[in-house]
């Protein structure tokens, strides 16, 4: 097989990967500077870097590779260490560069009016595969989403039921509606998605959060929900709101954890009513539609 093809093939499919080269050789070693192994998501792998111990060790390093999605460094002395003795006259040392392979991380935007577009065009900067969803059709179109990897014009439940968002997926909600939010964001809890994020103040999250949680919807799936959704920098303009969204989106696919403190009225059981309905009238009057 050629590794170049299953690499692209890997990406194409939505799978992760990691390949690893031999990047410095200094002696006698089983296999020759720039061999290449790919490590599939499965465990399984194309090509070689020379086999015996070296090989697995790369391999249970490339599946942490996968995992943190950051590239390392491995040396090995043959010489030195018994264990790396592949029958060979060797005793060389080489290093091996270990990197992910990711597929192109895909940002499913529920809603396409004015923050939509904004979103849409900044994130597909930052290298997202942007799809579009809206039960309009004057809004969603090519027109208004040239570079759109998918633009979807129908109801939102009949859209869903056709999509299958996976760990690489990246869902936003921004439609014009308190209803339709709610409606995706049942959906989106329930899904595989990295991150889900909505938009609107806390007063809505919180209504929003309490109507789904009667229904049945584990409190725990709310956790990893992003709302009020985007970076707290300030952000008043529809391309402003864009802007701290697509800011969030980079910081949760590079991994960089951060406190949710806009949550912690949810995760506290400490609240009753009293200090909810406190929250709920001093909260802004305003709240974005998405539009």
């Known amino acids: 097989m050629d590794i170049y093809e299953e690499i692209v093939a890997l ?13 410095n050789v200094r002696g006698s070693i089983p296999s020759f500077e720039t061999a290449k192994m ?3 998501d499965d465990g399984s792998i194309v090509g070689t870097i020379g086999g015996g ?9 490339a599946r942490e590779v996968m995992e943190s999605e950051k590239p390392r ?4 002395n043959l010489n030195q260490n018994p264990k790396y003795d592949t029958g060979l006259v060797c005793g060389g040392t ?20 004015h923050v939509a577009r904004g979103l849409y065009k900044i994130a597909h900067l ?17 027109e208004r989403f040239p570079e759109a990897k998918e633009v979807i014009a129908e109801e939102f439940d009949q859209a869903m039921t056709r999509l299958t968002p996976n760990e690489t997926s990246y869902i ?18 329930q899904s595989r998605a990295r991150y889900v994020g909505m938009i609107g103040s806390k007063r809505k999250t919180i209504t929003i959060f309490r109507e789904l949680v009667k229904e049945g919807i584990p409190e725990q799936s709310f956790e990893r929900v992003h709302a009020p959704v985007g970076l707290d920098i300030g952000a008043i303009t529809p391309d402003e709101i864009a802007v701290s969204i697509t800011a969030e989106l980079i910081a949760a696919r590079r991994g960089v954890e951060r406190p949710l403190p806009h949550m912690s009225w949810f995760h506290s059981r400490q609240l009753n009513a009293d200090e909810s309905a406190k929250i709920v009238t001093t909260e802004d009057a305003e709240e974005p539609t998405g539009n």
């Open 11 to 23: 990406r194409q499919q939505g799978r992760r990967g990691a390949i690893a080269t031999i990047v």
């Open 38 to 40: 790919l490590i599939r």
């Open 53 to 61: 111990c070296v090989e697995a060790d790369v391999w249970q390093a």
């Open 73 to 76: 460094t491995l040396t090995f």
């Open 94 to 113: 080489l290093d091996i560069f270990i990197e992910p392979v990711l597929p192109a991380a895909r940002l499913y935007i529920f809603g396409a009016g």
């Open 126 to 142: 930052a290298g997202f595969d942007v799809s579009v969803i809206d039960d309009r059709e004057s809004y969603a179109n090519r």
């Open 172 to 189: 936003v909600i921004v439609t014009r509606g308190h209803r339709d939010d709610m409606r995706v964001l049942r959906w989106a809890v």
